[in-house]
């Protein structure tokens, strides 16, 4: 893979350590994005040096025409130039050039300020990973600029309509980047999780309680995003450009199931009911058990949402597990972690269900397959994965995230054992 072009880079040398900010917009297909570039031109502090990139699945790139068209009359910025960046998408085929782009325009020394508009296909946390992957002939891009924010635009008709239905994106054009099995909802899940700013937008097509719910829903996503409702994208003032928000520990982790995941290990752990279970074996625990992840302000409190863990020490059917989420549960918005299934008994399963579409992955081995199969002497099993270790499963186990509202954990809890533990083994 190219990574970047180093001539671009050898003008750094003679460059001053002048950092640009750098605004990523995301958001699905007709969210609003462009209408969002569109304030925030409008409301350019004057003086303030603004470049966009505009990126487009399509060879001809409307949205850089539009805007183009739009920067000379409307921009209060001082400089403005529009780089396009058609046909691919900026987390995965565009992103070389995307790199390229972010630092011609930050080595040019003519901007404060950069605005990406990615495609709508576009997931936002591989476009951070640009900034922080090794660039082996050069320094690497957050030397060049500095992430400002990452802002998600989210359409609140499509939102309640796909979280209510099972959309699959069938469009070639889409289909070829976002992969013909990953459903709209997923995507639009993913680019809410990785964002510091949330816009609710077309907030004048939903009614206040569908306002709500998605609003709730999204809080189950991601606590941390500001998150404002918007018609027309219309910002509130203070919001641009604003003090910098990107962290990047925080907004690449801040999806709450992986917060979730992470405060219910601990609560896991120190559980009297899992040190029994390690006391006695396993085929004669319960199948699994919720337990409630203590909430993280009173916000969630206020719009009933709930993180819990499902653990257990018995292997599920993969077929079931899919079926099961499939099917749906009453007020579920996300489901995800680790599964271990009679069908793979070996290799670590992954669950993710956004919506009602479900992905079920297989990643690597278990550490406990590796000691069985001799691969790896059980003294090299690292400390973290020793304080999960229970015999006669090693580190195989159930561990899933649900967040939602109004969630009936027991009930939820109850249907898992029944429904999609196996049996077989007790
Ligand atoms: N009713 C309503 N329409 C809106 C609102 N915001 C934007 N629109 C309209 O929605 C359509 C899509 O808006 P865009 O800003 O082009 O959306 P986008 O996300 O840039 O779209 P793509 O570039 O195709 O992904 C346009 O016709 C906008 O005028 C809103 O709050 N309410």
Known sequence: MRL??????????????????????????????????????????????????????????????????MLPSESSASIASTVALGNGCVCCTARDALGDAIVELATSGKFDHIIIESSGAAEPRPVTDLFYQTNIVGPRLDEVATLHVLITVVDAAAWFQASLEEHRLNADALGKVVGAHQSLFTLMVEQVECADVIFLNKIDLVTSAESETVSAQIRGLNLRAELIKTKNACLPDGVWPGACRFDPIQTRRGANWMDALNQARKIACSSPELRIRSQTHCVR??????????????????????????????????????????????????????????????????????????????????????????????????????????????????????????????????????????????
């Not at 020793?386 to 015999?391: C, K, N, V």
């Not at 899933?400 to 429904?419: C, Y």
Request: proline content about 6%; aromatic content about 10%; hydrophobic content about 40%.
């Open 4 to 69: 970047f072009d180093p001539s671009l880079l050898g003008q750094l040398a003679s460059g001053s350590k002048f950092r640009p900010d750098v605004t990523v917009i995301s958001g699905f297909l007709g969210a609003g994005k462009t209408t969002l570039l569109q304030q925030l031109l409008k409301k350019t502090p004057h003086g303030l040096r603004v470049a966009i990139v505009v990126n487009d699945l399509n060879e001809i790139n409307i949205d850089a025409l539009f805007l183009e068209k």
């Open 285 to 426: 625990t319960p199948a699994g058990k919720l337990f409630p992840v203590p909430g993280r302000s009173d916000f969630a409190a206020r719009y009933g949402l709930g993180s819990f863990l499902y653990t257990g020490r018995k292997p599920c059917a993969a077929a079931r597990l899919r079926k099961f989420f499939e099917q749906g549960w009453p007020g579920l918005v996300r489901a995800k972690g680790f599964f271990w299934s009679v069908e793979e008994p070996n290799r670590i399963g992954f669950l993710s269900v956004a919506g009602r579409e479900t992905r079920i992955d297989y990643l690597g081995p278990w550490a406990a397959a590796l000691v069985e199969r001799g691969s790896v002497p059980f003294s090299a099993i690292p400390d973290s994965l020793r304080e999960f270790w229970q015999e006669p499963s090693g580190d195989r186990r159930q561990e899933i995230v649900l967040i939602g509202v109004n969630l009936d954990a027991d009930a939820l809890g109850r249907a898992l054992n029944e429904q999609v533990i196996s049996f077989t083994h007790s």
